[in-house]
């Protein structure tokens, strides 16, 4: 099965329902090192543009408003994923299962030799043995030598798994939008409406014909550095493509509609999550979803070359 977007599940939608796991309590004990305080406060969230998807719930645009908070300025690196397993031995999902999902332009020589199963609907996805966060592009790539990157082949278990140990919370998918505008009304991207302002590249998207031809015009093929790109207005990093980030909501196209407008937190359960802003991988032939206001679902165990997120916590 997969996704709206580009990116595959493990599991589909009908095997499995989820119930929260994000904590309803105030979390306020982790270190806000590497964070950014915003103040909160009402936001015109969502899009009805018309170069945006309506089946994935984009609009209406409507007023939301939201508390202070902290929001880690990029997203979470090999480095603090390391930390974190060291600290916990903690295994990843994509470890357990044995695999997980690489980008085919990426496959290490000995991931092409012994992985042949590709996703049919979504054919540039390649299912790899032996492909976790320690080797992102499958048996001989390694972690160690991108400790500054976005973690990736991360599972909504498994974000939700660090952020406890943290202290700290997926954010919502309001405050992921309020966080990604950097205090901007309903632009298109962090930054403004102009994809690359004085022909300068803000994000790391795909350039050429994808699937198969990247010419990495903006420098990079996968990912770059969570540091990457000049920050929003709120000093926060790539919250345009890069990676798509896990959020904590559980991921309806219809409950935001008649949903709460102070602090919304989306359905109390579901079967699969809400990712926000895009990866390296999108494009605008087949997934312009780098936008603000656009989203996708994933389900809570499923692990992608492209998948990373970041933490907050409560002011």
């Excluded at 999902?93 to 092409?112: D, I, M, Q, Y």
């Excluded at 999550?273 to 991988?281: D, E, F, I, R």
């Excluded at 692990?303 to 990373?308: F, L, Q």
């Amino acid at each position: 099965n997969i996704a709206s977007c580009c990116g595959p599940k493990k599991s589909g939608p009908s095997e499995r329902t989820g119930t929260r796991k994000q904590p309803t309590s105030r979390i306020t004990k982790g270190s806000t090192k590497g964070m950014v305080e915003l103040s909160g406060g009402k936001f015109l969230m969502g899009t009805n543009d018309d170069d945006g998807f309506p089946v994935d719930g984009e609009g209406p645009i409507r007023e939301i408003e939201i508390d202070p908070f902290y929001i880690d300025t990029t997203t979470v690196t090999n480095a603090e994923f390391s930390k974190f397993v060291k600290a916990t031995r903690y295994v990843t999902e994509a470890e357990r299962f044995g695999w997980s999902f690489v980008f085919h332009l990426l496959l290490t020589p000995k991931a092409n030799r012994i992985s042949s199963q590709v996703v049919t609907e979504v054919p540039w996805w390649t299912k790899v043995d032996g492909a976790n966060w320690r080797h992102p592009n499958g048996p001989g790539s390694d972690f160690k030598t991108q400790m500054d990157f976005p973690v990736v082949h991360i599972s909504w278990n498994d974000a939700i798994a660090y952020c406890d140990w943290t202290g700290k919370r997926l954010p919502t998918e309001a405050e992921w939008e309020f966080a990604a505008r950097g205090g901007l009304e309903q632009k298109k991207y962090p930054w403004g409406n102009d994809l690359m302002p004085n022909g300068e590249h803000q994000c790391n998207i795909w350039q050429g014909v994808f699937p198969d031809i990247n010419t990495k015009e903006d420098g990079y093929v996968a990912t770059a550095p969570a540091k990457s790109f000049r920050p929003n207005e709120f000093g926060i990093y790539n919250m345009a493509g890069n990676v798509w980030e896990w959020t904590g909501d559980w991921f309806s196209a219809t409950y935001h509609i008649d949903g709460p407008r102070i602090n919304p937190s989306g359905p109390e359960s579901g079967n699969s999550v809400v990712t926000k802003g895009g990866s390296y991988l999108c494009h605008e032939s087949y997934c312009n979803r780098y936008r603000v206001a656009a989203r996708t679902s994933n389900t809570p165990d499923s692990s992608t070359g492209n998948t990373g997120f970041r933490c907050v916590r409560e002011s």
